[in-house]
């Protein structure tokens, strides 16, 4: 397989791209390089490429339903409109624009209603490094509002520190603690609102985010602190809706200890849910709301990630 492509599978693998919103960026547009140029012969033997790469890009990480859908959006109006090779090269590129386009329009409007929600004078808590919550934060410091920040190192990998750096380089009062001074922080700092950001979100509304997450909407629960999630709708995982779960990534030991002692085991689960319950509102581009009205707004909204490739009625 291409090169070019194969190194952006490894980017997304190990982290060189990182955050769910790249990931899909930048997948999409290497989906796109590769369809545009790969050797065929027929239309016939470009899908069936397209197909593999898709497979290849889509278990490069496996939580990222925001690519997967990229993939799905390109495939599914490609089957319905392309009529040549030559056509299919051609509309590969342009639908893979639509799409990126679509998560950056997706992005400046999670971002703007997100920054609605931030009083002036607020402290904010986050987790990990999510360029939707950290837009949000740096949208109402753009404002003027006078805005202090607490995050999360986020082990082992250490994300936190990329959320920590854009806020105090653009300005923001920020301080860093470990990811288990969460809950004392809350308990201690007097926050007024969370906002991390997503990875995926289930037809029943479940949101799935970095490893601690779920850990940090519990102990804001416990002390009565507004919960929020900032996640364009992308990230639905459309899979969901006929039972199926999204499965957790599981990294490697060595991200967590290089030279642990013989026989020592490890889990690294990269992510975790964070149950409707437990969610005050999701910041979306579809508007602020409870995450149970998912599925009736995604419906309305992005229909193509309803159709009969994953056993549902086309809508389309
Ligand atoms: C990053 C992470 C982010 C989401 C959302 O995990 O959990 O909160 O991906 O990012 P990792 P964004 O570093 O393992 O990719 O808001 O930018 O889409």
Redesign the pocket.
Known sequence: MDLAFLKVVDDIQV?RI??????AIEGVNAFSLLGEHIDCASLEELFVKLEKAREVLSAARATEPALRNGLRFIMYNLRKKASSLQDARELIVSFSKDYVLLLKESKKKVISYGAHRIKDGSTIMTH??????TGIILEAHKQGKDINVFCTETRP?Y?GRITAKELVLAGVPTTQVVDSAMRWVINSYNIDIII????AITSQGTVI??IGTRLLALAAKEMDIPFYS?INLLKYDPETSIGKLTEIEMREPSEIWKNPPEGLKFLNP??ETVSHDLIDGIISEGGVFAPSFIYFIIQEKYPFMIHEEIGMNSIN
């Open positions: 982290l990182q955050g769910a919103t790249n990931i990990c490094h999510s360029s939707l919550s990998l994300q991390t950001g997503a990875d985010n970095k900032a990269a992510f």
